[in-house]
């Protein structure tokens, strides 16, 4: 396929002689005037390459590339100047302008064509480049977001898989997302967490947030499914749930082999999420800055919802009664700054909630089919 040259020069002579001389090779465009060329571009297929002389009436050659060289569109197309001005200082200038080449009249045709080809080729070779990179890119990004989705897909399994023996519901694990999701980016600029809260990072969270409950595979049914208040001695078997999810984290970053810190921040989230700001809570009695933001974060999310959830233990408390208990437990179970952002997007709460609503009919059927995995779990233990 013949490339495109533009010929742009004020003189009819001029634009003949070339013409002729560049017909048997390229297709030939030509313009007598800067403002014709510059219409020529905006509304046809760019050229492959320019040939544009200097002197002309209104918008010199050197005005017209100055405005090839910053309109996006043009930038790219490769400029030969074809001049009479033989003078050193033009020709220096008209490279600092950006053009490719400087031919000065009377012209040399086979110097004029090898030139020509020269840059014709050079221009092939970098689209040809910039395609093959675009390609690439498009790939890389395809495989990423295959790569995000399988992740994605994985770590919602394993977080059902946790929730098949709980009484949460699936939606559980939706809310609590979306949840520790505003938070974050209510956040994203506060002077405590905007190192931390980087786009990145809060992509990362909601991602991670499904596994905070992963330890419970590893609490016996008798434990998990009671309908009734925890003994002390049940209760500590229950707390154990935080140190076997972050186990089971740990032994996948073996696998792996290197440091992941998607992992990282599920391990800290599942480990931590039940410590309390002032100290108070469990597996260790971290308190204050020394909790990982995320299980700060997670902790009050996590609680929220269980408090405007239905279980087998308990009714679900109205949105406005969960937020009352929330602002009390401020600074105690709760970093102070979270809570203030909850109580600011404390509607954006409420409708998240709405919108992934537990099924009254789904409820009752895994009710039923825990109810089934307890009967036959006391049943063994005859």
């Known amino acids: 396929m013949l490339k495109t040259i533009l010929v742009v020069d004020d003189t009819a002579d001029n634009l003949s002689l070339i013409s002729d001389l560049l017909k048997d090779k390229y297709r030939v465009k030509v313009a007598n005037s800067a403002k014709k060329a510059l219409a020529y571009l905006e509304n046809s297929a760019l050229p492959d390459l320019i040939l544009l002389d200097i002197m002309m009436p209104e918008l010199s050659g050197y005005d017209l590339i100055q405005l090839l060289k910053q309109n996006e569109k043009t930038k790219d197309i490769p400029v030969i100047f074809l001049t009479a001005m033989q003078a050193i200082e033009d020709e220096q200038k008209g490279l600092e302008l950006g053009a490719a080449d400087y031919i000065t009249k009377p012209i040399s045709a086979p110097i004029m064509l090898a030139r020509i080809k020269t840059q014709i080729e050079n221009k092939s070779a970098k689209d040809f480049l910039r395609d093959k990179n675009l390609y690439l890119e498009a790939e890389v990004q395809k495989r990423t977001r295959e790569i995000s989705i399988v992740q994605d897909v994985t770590v919602f399994a394993l977080a059902s898989l946790a929730e098949t023996r709980d009484t949460d519901t699936g939606n559980h694990i939706k809310r609590t997302q979306h949840y520790i999701k505003i938070l974050a980016k209510a956040l994203q600029n506060h002077p405590r967490f905007k190192s931390y809260l980087s786009n990145e990072m809060i992509e990362t969270l ?17 434990i998990l499914l009671k309908p009734g208040k925890y003994t002390q001695e049940e209760f500590e078997i229950m707390k154990e749930h935080t140190t076997l999810g972050k186990k089971a984290i740990e032994h996948a970053e073996k696998g792996v082999g ?50 405007i959830s239905k279980r087998v233990y308990k009714n679900a408390m109205s949105h406005a009664e969960a937020f009352e208990i929330i602002q009390s437990e401020k600074s105690i179970k709760f970093d102070p700054d979270i ?41 063994e233990s005859l």
């Open 206 to 222: 909601y991602r991670c947030a499904p596994l905070h409950d992963i330890g419970k595979v590893g609490i016996a049914d008798r």
């Open 339 to 379: 809570v203030e952002a909850f109580e600011l997007h404390q509607n954006d709460f409420l409708a998240i909630a709405k919108q992934f609503e537990d099924n009254d009919k789904e409820l009752e059927n895994k009710q039923n089919y825990l109810d089934n995995i307890l009967y036959n779990s006391k049943r």
């Open 258 to 307: 290197v440091e992941v810190a998607f992992l990282k921040i599920a391990k800290e989230i599942a480990y931590s999420h039940h410590e309390n700001y002032d100290g108070s809570g469990y597996p260790v009695g971290l308190a204050a800055d020394a909790i990982p933001l995320c299980a700060r974060l997670m902790s009050l999310a996590d609680v929220y919802d269980a408090l």
